[in-house]
């Protein structure tokens, strides 16, 4: 009685590993069903998704114009502190005076790309960018300004 | 039983297992009194990663305290901030549209079948098995491209907001979403030649770890881990939120109580969530996807409770408001921390290379129970 449960229950242990091994060596010969992707060498073919959540950036038109009226809608969102927008008064042409940014500082290193400063932006002027690869030597790097340099604001945004 | 838990006798041997460098992510500390290869008990050491998180949501706005409970149970992060954004509808009042439900709902179940295929990997490579976890990966990595497409991001992604999800969902995300079904039934059968039928596992997993119904009720286990030992307790079922009193799947109990009830009920409740998905993803109503919110949310004064089922079990949200803008008190209940008060019980008396197919089988996931 000992020796056939003993039997069939190296039977059945055997089979069982092979059922598994088949499915190993299923993969094994079938290589177009491998998904490995050779990433720093695919650098020029990686496509993400435009929703993706890399950084948040402000579009700049070909005038170096922008969208933001600096109303701050996006530092109130902002869980973390990340982004400060910093104000400055301009003298408009016909003589009035009207909140402008001067910069606007968004510090990556404290960001966590929840998108809601890019939903709570009334007028589109900041979006999520695709880049993924923000490593740097210096963490000064990573607090950036946001609108150019000599840039200002499109016409007909208020 | 003070004195069997407090003093060790002459012989005893106390380990520490368990990585417990605060850098690492998911750091659990057991420390354990053995007696030869016998557990005598089984000490868990938390605290490692503690980030307050009840805390911080307390001076973080209703709309924003919703992304920090992606990093509690961050596995099932959609499901975590289902649960938040419903306990501020319910302060609100809001009610939902339809399609912002549905929406919800398919990106719960498909966290989940992501959250179970994880821990299949994960838990198989505890025994020794490798080759698993890449299997698992391979068809999670499905689910992470359809959630990258459609939220922006792969774990953390703050998709659900009070009054509907944040975005409307992808063009492409109801067909890739029946891709990867077809694709996974076929997958799931690989799941059981490669690991569930294997004598090796088998007998890793039978009569290991056995909770009893009565204790997995007083220890307050849910989810898999008590529906292994045959309690009733799916949340989806007793008290359904959103769409899920409309949908047929039926809750998937086990009697065994030992650490392959517990593994067949996860096998199993992937193959229930691929049901639900199939009834819901041809059926997603047209309509806005987020209610029309004040730009401000004010909570009336009061409590407000929430409860959904997670990857792991129930997760309570309970939020006190005293009528500002901020809530007052936020306590979350994570099934996390009670499924892993239950170790100590069930790893007394057995054999110490037992004691990780008992933790494999309760899926921990350490920032859950530690927050």
Request: net charge negative; proline share 4%; with cysteine.
């Amino acid at each position: 009685m000992f020796i056939t449960k003993y039997i069939k229950e190296v039977y059945l242990g055997i089979k069982s590993l092979l059922v598994g091994m088949k499915r190993t060596g299923y993969y094994f010969t079938h290589h177009k069903e491998i998904i490995t992707q050779q990433y720093p060498d695919n650098r020029d073919t990686l496509n993400l998704p435009e929703r993706f959540k890399g950084e948040v950036v402000m579009p700049h038109d070909e005038k170096n114009e922008h969208r933001c009226t600096g109303c701050q809608a996006c530092e109130l969102a902002c869980p973390n502190g990340t982004i400060k927008v910093i104000t400055q008064s301009v003298l408009l042409a016909d003589g009035r005076k009207k909140k402008a940014i001067d910069k606007l500082v968004y510090h990556l290193e404290l960001c966590t790309m929840c998108n809601l400063c890019v939903v709570a932006c009334p007028s589109d002027a900041i979006v999520m960018a695709q880049t993924f690869e923000h490593s740097v030597f210096d963490r000064t790097k990573l607090t950036k300004i946001l609108n150019n340099p000599g840039s200002k604001i499109m016409d007909g945004i208020e | 039983m003070f004195e069997e838990v407090g003093t060790t006798t002459e012989g005893d041997l106390i380990i520490n297992v368990g990585p417990q460098h605060p850098a690492t992510h998911g750091v659990l500390h057991l420390v354990i009194t053995l007696n030869g290869e016998t557990i005598k008990k089984v000490e868990p050491h938390l605290g490692f990663i503690h980030r307050s998180i009840e805390k911080m949501c307390e001076s973080l706005s209703y709309r924003q305290f919703i992304y920090v409970t992606s990093r509690m149970d961050y596995l099932s992060a959609h499901i975590n901030n289902h649960a938040c954004a419903m306990c501020v509808e319910k302060g609100l009042q809001l009610e939902i549209p339809p399609r912002a439900q549905v929406v919800r709902v398919l990106m719960d179940e498909l966290t989940r079948i992501a959250s179970h295929e994880l821990w299949w990997g994960a838990m198989a490579m505890d025994l020794g098995a490798f080759t698993p976890f890449f299997h698992a990966f391979r068809e999670r990595e499905t689910i992470n491209d359809i959630m990258e497409e459609t939220c922006g991001a792969r774990l953390t992604m703050n998709y659900m907001v009070p009054g509907g999800v944040m975005q409307d969902i992808h063009p492409d995300f109801q067909r890739k979403v029946k891709e990867f079904i077809q694709l996974f039934k076929r997958k799931i059968h690989e799941y059981d030649e490669m690991v569930t039928g294997n004598v090796i596992f088998q007998n890793r997993m039978k009569k290991v770890g056995y909770l009893s119904a009565e204790d997995a009720v007083s220890y307050g286990c849910s989810g898999p881990t008590a529906r292994g030992s045959g309690v009733r307790c799916d949340i989806r079922k007793y008290y359904p939120y959103e769409v899920y009193n409309n949908v047929e799947f039926e809750e998937i109990l086990e009697t065994g109580g030992d650490s392959f009830a517990r593994y067949m009920v996860r096998i199993r409740e992937m193959e229930q969530s691929v049901c639900i998905i199939e009834q819901l993803i041809d059926n997603i109503p047209e309509g806005d996807f987020q209610a029309k919110t004040k730009a401000v949310l004010k909570l009336p004064k009061g409590e407000f409770y929430s409860r959904v089922e997670t990857a792991r079990g129930e997760l309570g949200v309970y939020i006190v408001s005293e009528g500002g803008t901020t809530p007052y008190r936020i306590k979350f209940r994570s099934p996390g921390f009670s499924n892993l008060s239950v170790l100590d019980h069930i790893a007394r008396g057995s054999k110490l290379g037992d004691l990780v197919a008992m933790m494999g089988t309760l899926d921990l996931v350490i920032p859950d129970i530690d927050r």
